[in-house]
């Protein structure tokens, strides 16, 4: 049975009860358990030179691709350049990571073809030109949304993804975000 909670700032949270507490403390303890594994698993093959079918040689090359840099590769391959956007939020200015990314991630390889997923900040008017270029490659859009408030300009976030090649995923996104503007050469 599950009853919802809200935490002290009003966020929603689920807590799952049940009549036999002793099991539903040991299922939680299972799952932490296999998590830690995991966690092991991902550390071995971090310190063999591969995650999530990924190697580190092949994550920096992907990084080279977007003209970036290997942000982590446990437990995926993440890669990132900056926008060169001039914002503020909250009247400050911002290089932050958080608020200024161009980011793809690679995990999950099978066959040579992994889970690719793309997020960028992008300013409203290049929303409509980066979404076709990337849809004319084959590329789905997930989401548009802003992160911040009271930033200016008025700063949005895309979403794209696919299951495939790595590094055409990476060639297709960078040269999507330069056909539309997003970066110039």
């Not at 060169?84 to 200015?93: E, F, M, S, V, Y």
Request: net charge neutral; with cysteine.
């Amino acid at each position: 049975m599950d009853r919802r909670e809200f935490d002290s700032m009003g966020n929603q949270t689920f807590f799952r009860f049940s009549s036999n507490h002793h099991i539903q403390e040991d299922l939680l303890e299972e799952e932490f358990e296999s998590s830690s594994h995991m966690h092991d698993r991902d550390r071995r093959q971090t310190e063999r030179g591969t995650v999530g079918g990924i190697s580190a040689s092949k994550c920096e090359k992907l990084a080279d691709i977007i003209g970036g840099d290997v942000v982590t590769t446990t437990p995926a391959c993440v890669v990132q350049r900056l926008r060169n956007i001039k914002a503020t939020i909250l009247g400050r200015r911002t290089r932050s990571p958080l608020a200024l990314p161009f980011a793809l991630s690679f995990e999950n390889s099978k066959g040579g073809k992994t889970l690719n997923l793309g997020e960028t900040v992008i300013l409203q008017e290049e929303i409509n030109p980066f979404l076709t270029e990337l849809r004319k490659r084959g590329i789905k859009v997930t989401a548009v949304h802003n992160h911040w408030l009271f930033e200016e300009p008025r700063l949005m976030y895309m979403h794209w993804e696919n299951v495939g090649d790595p590094f055409k995923f990476a060639r297709n996104s960078i040269e999507a975000a330069k056909d539309a503007g997003l970066f110039y050469i």
